[in-house]
T-cell receptor, first 114, second 112 residues
Framework: GNSVTQMEGPVTLSEEAFLTINCTYT??????LFWYVQYPGEGLQLLLK?????DKGSNKGFEATYRKETTSFHLEKGSVQVSDSAVYFC?????????????FGKGTRLHILP | DGGITQSPKYLFRKEGQNVTLSCEQN?????MYWYRQDPGQGLRLIYY???????QKGDIAEGYSVSREKKESFPLTVTSAQKNPTAFYLC???????????FGPGTRLLVL
């Protein structure tokens, strides 16, 4: 079945450090891939997405590239800010999946120290 | 403003009591979802609905019930059969073609 595996947190970095959060997936078809972000006490927000191999999603300085050969969609940011502290979820939606469900990873908590 | 609203923000349940969480969307989405989130955990799907008057069980449906009488509304009832209901509940809606889900702000349910 479809699944998403992302690195366990928490991840703690200093402000302006480089960020990578790893995400790998298993899917039967050709999934679309997503990163969602959840700020404290709030719901999830879509951060970025990519719908086919080699696509790069980007938003707010974050980037992730859809790598079919390694089944990965790692999230990166060149210089993190304190305001980036949140929980980040990798997710996939498989076009072969007829019930429109999105499969979420378990989330990675990110702490940015000033 | 288009979006999803959930109410209340906090809800307290007594032993043996059923409580209902509200979820409303004005995004004209056909699909709606309920997730449960426990501290330090990911999202677990409770129920989902792809169209009015139809819904399916997710991964942890026991002790919960839903209805979908209107496109805009997808209320979740936490019944007394749910023995561990304390959690953060998230509602979402989605468009099949966009493949993206939009989330409400959540309801935190606590047991007295």
């Amino acid at each position: 079945g479809n699944s998403v595996t992302q690195m366990e947190g928490p991840v703690t970095l200093s402000e302006e450090a480089f960020l990578t959060i790893n995400c790998t997936y298993t899917a039967t078809g050709y999934p679309s891939l997503f990163w969602y972000v959840q700020y404290p006490g709030e719901g999830l927000q879509l951060l970025l997405k990519a719908t086919k191999a080699d696509d790069k999603g980007s938003n707010k300085g974050f980037e992730a590239t859809y790598r079919k050969e390694t089944t990965s969609f790692h999230l990166e940011k060149g210089s993190v800010q304190v305001s980036d502290s949140a929980v980040y979820f990798c997710a996939l939606s498989d076009e072969m999946n007829r019930d429109d469900k999105i499969i979420f990873g378990k989330g990675t908590r990110l702490h940015i120290l000033p | 403003d288009g979006g999803i609203t959930q109410s209340p923000k906090y809800l307290f349940r007594k032993e043996g009591q059923n409580v209902t969480l509200s979820c409303e969307q004005n995004l004209n989405h056909d699909a709606m979802y309920w997730y449960r989130q426990d501290p330090g955990q990911g999202l677990r799907l409770i129920y989902y609905s792809q169209i009015v008057n139809d819904f399916q069980k997710g991964d942890i449906a026991e002790g919960y019930s839903v209805s979908r009488e209107k496109k805009e509304s997808f209320p979740l009832t936490v019944t007394s059969a749910q023995k561990n209901p304390t959690a953060f509940y998230l509602c979402a809606s989605g468009d099949r073609w966009e493949e993206t889900q939009y989330f409400g702000p959540g309801t935190r349910l606590l047991v007295l």
